[in-house]
């Protein structure tokens, strides 16, 4: 595949790819939802019949694009979390840093899956890429549960679901790179380390 300058368009080669990077442009420049089709076949430097040879309407590409986020999104957690070595607190302090490092490096992605409404259970390729994402916290979650006494233990479920809405929360406020970002007088991620050592704390067994 070989791409114009500026990453528009395409000579001859994936017109499928070719498209979801225009789209991804548009996103960026625009928002998820202040695009056309033609516009995305314009930017890519087709006709604009050309997107229905792959896409049915914009809301199938706009389920390819997310799909594609979250493969990317679940590959970096995946890569951050790394089986949970060298220890666990290690790696899941490396995990919400590779949170918000995705939001901030592809706000167009992030905005897509999260924000533009697109139902993650569209498709299969959808559901399966979100659901892999998921996983990795899941996975630490119950890393970091497995630590604590058996006793008043918390569901591993139950924390990965407040681990994944804090990190979540900073991300979409603090550490996005378009214009969504709000202003915070400390870096994102010593606001999420300091949010998560208070969340842990919380979850260790007071003495009687």
């Known amino acids: 595949m070989s791409w114009k300058q500026g990453g528009r368009g395409y000579h001859h080669g994936n017109l499928r790819e070719a498209l979801m990077r225009a789209a991804l442009d548009l996103i960026a420049e625009k928002g998820p939802s202040g695009f056309t089709v033609a516009e995305a076949a314009r930017t890519a430097g087709v006709s604009p019949a050309a997107p229905y040879r792959h896409f049915r309407d914009r809301d199938e590409l706009m389920v390819d694009v997310a799909q594609q986020g979250f493969e990317l999104f679940a590959k970096a957690l995946e890569t951050a979390w790394n089986s949970g070595k060298p220890d666990v607190r290690t790696a899941f302090e490396r995990l919400g840093r590779a949170y918000l490092n995705f939001a901030r490096s592809e706000p167009a992605y992030f905005v897509t899956m999260f924000e533009s409404g697109v139902p993650h259970s569209s498709s299969p390729g959808l559901c399966e890429a979100s659901d892999r994402a998921y996983a ?7 890393a970091l549960v497995a630590e604590l006494p ?8 139950m924390v990965s679901f407040h681990i994944w809405a804090m990190a979540h929360g900073i991300a979409s406020l603090f550490a996005r790179s378009d214009e969504g970002r709000h202003k915070l007088p400390m870096e994102p991620e010593e606001l999420l380390e300091a949010g998560m050592l208070i969340y842990l704390e919380g979850l260790e067994p007071k003495a009687d």
């Open 136 to 142: 990795v916290l899941r996975e630490a979650s119950e």
């Open 150 to 157: 058996a006793k008043g233990r918390p569901p591993a479920s």
